[in-house]
């Protein structure tokens, strides 16, 4: 097989309190270069953006915290809800920009919370970038009674799965998306193993999450935090939607376009939900111009 991804930019970890959980933040770049602030998604961390980082071509710091839970940040015993990772952010750009608004790029469950806060801290955020994160498909209130008493009633969490070697958690990425080389599935693999007691590695993420993220129910919730955003936006999304979230969801799909604009919104052909996997230099070269001001071009916007 081909030798592991090799990163152009190599990044530093710092670590800081975060609501009584000590967080690692992964950074790219020198102090001095314009910044941005990288949120991944769940089951994930910070280096899944190293291909998009190397894609970029000015110079730029790059902060990126692991998600509690994920990565090499610690986990809260109860679990880890939407609001927390919100609250989080909050404590995260107070530590990392207290001087003023930024600009927040996050995908998925990291572009709903870019997305959450831009709308509760519109003196913030100047820009506003989310990959394939539109929200959460609508919990109908009896399948939200199930999942809280489920919450509830189960145990914290079985033993993780274990893996004998890197190379098969890496086979497990590339079996999960077809488009992701092994050689970047080596490397992420490799970021995000956790050796175990007795041998073999698992996945440097806490399982809790599963069930404790839904705690926004409504389209409505998410469009009532949207409508006070006051920074420039981009959504971007997926050529091929990943069942069961909302790109895949015809008609939620366009109440959110109604709710932000068809113009803000661009769709990357021959991309999977992992965007900054799939086409790292297609997402910065829509990505970075963003980022120093200007909009989209107009042929990339869609329904």
Known sequence: MDEEYRPDNVSRTVTRDIRGLKYAVRIWGADS?????????????????????????????????????????????????FHDYVADLEVLIQSFFPDGPLSLVGH?????VASVYAGLRPDKIKRMVSIDGFGMIPVKPADFRNLLSHWIDAERQSKPKRYASVAEMADKLVAANHRLSWTKALFLARQMARPLDGGGFTWQFDLMDRRSMPTMRTLEEWGACWEHISADTLWIAASDPRPGTVGSDLKAFAWIVEQIGKASI???PETGHNVHHDSPGRLAAVVEPFLRGERPDPELTTT
């Not at 994930?44 to 940040?73: E, I, K, N, Y």
Request: hydrophobic fraction near 40%; charged fraction near 15%; proline fraction near 4%.
């Open 108 to 112: 998925s469950l990291g572009g709903n």
């Open 33 to 81: 270069d314009p910044a941005f602030m990288l949120l991944h998604g769940v089951r994930d961390s910070s280096s899944t953006f190293q291909f998009f980082v190397d894609s970029l071509m000015g110079s730029w710091r790059v902060v990126a915290p692991d998600w509690r839970g994920h990565g090499q940040t610690q986990s809260a015993y109860q679990g880890q809800w």
């Open 266 to 268: 661009v769709r990357l």
